[in-house]
Each structure stands twice: as C-alpha cells, then as structure tokens.
C-alpha cells in the first residue's frame, strides 16, 4: 500500500536555528509530492510542491525541499526559523490515482 | 483565492445523533475530500468525489456517508454519531487534471465532539 512516512512527530528549536523535517514515501513510478502547513488556529496551506524538473523546490516563507528519488525522500528544510513557523507540518504523495496520501505530521515548537 | 468554507467550527453531538457536516467551494472544482485529522495520525481520508452524484470510499469510510448533489457542495453525513468519531473534520476541494494547478484546497475544519 501505498504511504507516506514522516520520522519527527515533535520538534521543538530555537529561532535561528536550522530546520530539516524528513518524510519518506513508497510508491512506484510517478509521484507528485508537497508540503503542507497549519498554524495554529488557521487551515492547512501549501508550502511547495513537486511534480518534476529541479528537484530542488522553493516555496513560501524561506522553505525548500528536495526530491531525492533514489532514497524515496522529499525533506523539507529551512535554514533559520523564526517564532512564527511554530505549526503542524504534513508530507504528502499522490501517484497514478492523484488521491493523495498525508503523512502523521510533524509539530514544530520555535521558541523566542 | 480559492474559497473552502465548512458550515461550524464547533460542534457538539450526542451518540447516537444524525451529524450532517457541510463543505462549500467557490471555485467550480471538481474534486472534493472529506478528512479526519486526529494526533498522532495526520489526515485520513474518509470520502472523496470527482463529480456531482459521483462518490469513491477512502481510508476510513466506515460510518459515513455523503452527498453530492451540486458541484460546490459536499456533504459529510454521520448517521448514527459515537464518541469514536469526536475529530476534526476537514473539507478540501481540488481542480481536475495534473500540472501545477493541482493542488488542495482545505477549509477551516469542523471540530466535533460526540458526547
């Protein structure tokens, strides 16, 4: 079946800190990918996606993750956080069917 | 922007009640999903449809049901709610085909507790 795995549940940093949240998918062929955010209170929002080119894929706010295809493995990562990225992270990966499937989430805690 | 609105933010139930959760789009999408998204075990998906009167079981479809009767409009039916099914419940919708645009869309969720 196919899924999506995301190693950190909880990860608490300081500000100015680096970031790299892993995610690891299993699907054969084509996959699309993405990040998605919710802050507190607020809905999820996407950060990135991916569906092919650049493997390295920029998005909003000073986040970027790569697409390495040999390790099955989209990270997201972001090379100084701030109070304000304290949120719920979510992998996501869809294939032929386009459904996608969400990984367990990540909390992220930034403290000032 | 792409608008997702849920009909509560809150909810509260008591087992046994006949739940109705509504989700309206404004983008003329075609697709529309229904979630749970509960801790520990991110978003799970519980129904979605590609087309009005047209509906495909998800992960977890057991204790729902839902309805499509207008392409902006899906709703999420629990017909006999239990406590097991106190959750957030998120509302997404998504345009056809592949490329860049396609992405979802969520609502705000509807947080229900089933006392």
């Known amino acids: 079946a196919q899924s999506v795995s995301q190693h950190n549940h909880h990860v608490i940093l300081s500000e100015a800190a680096s970031l790299e949240l892993g995610c690891n998918y299993s699907y054969g062929g084509t996959v699309n990918l993405f990040w998605y955010v919710q802050y507190p209170g607020q809905h999820l929002q996407l950060l990135l996606k991916y569906f092919s080119g650049d493997p390295l894929v920029k998005g909003i706010k000073g986040f970027e993750a790569e697409f390495i295809k040999s390790k099955f493995s989209f990270n997201l990562r972001k090379p100084s956080v701030q109070w304000s990225d304290t949120a719920e992270y979510f992998c996501?990966?869809?294939?032929?069917?386009?459904?996608?499937?969400f990984g367990r989430g990540t909390s992220l805690i930034v403290h000032p | 922007d792409v608008k997702v609105t849920q009909s509560s933010r809150y909810l509260v139930k008591r087992t046994g009640e006949k739940v109705f959760l509504e989700c309206v789009q404004d983008m003329d999408h075609e697709n529309m999903f229904w979630y749970r998204q509960d801790p520990g075990l991110g978003l799970r998906l519980i129904y979605f449809?590609?087309?009005?009167?047209?509906?495909e079981k998800g992960d977890i479809p057991e204790g729902y049901s839902v309805s499509r009767e207008k392409k902006e409009r899906f709703s999420l039916i629990l017909e006999s709610a239990s406590t097991n099914q106190t959750s957030m419940y998120l509302c997404?919708?998504?345009?056809?085909?592949?490329?860049?645009?396609?992405?979802?869309?969520f609502g705000p969720g509807t947080r229900l507790t089933v006392t």
């Open positions: 449809s590609y087309d009005v009167k047209m509906k």
């Open positions: 997404a919708s998504r345009p056809n085909g592949q490329g860049p645009s396609y992405e979802q869309y």
């Open positions: 996501a990966a869809s294939g032929g069917s386009y459904i996608p499937t």
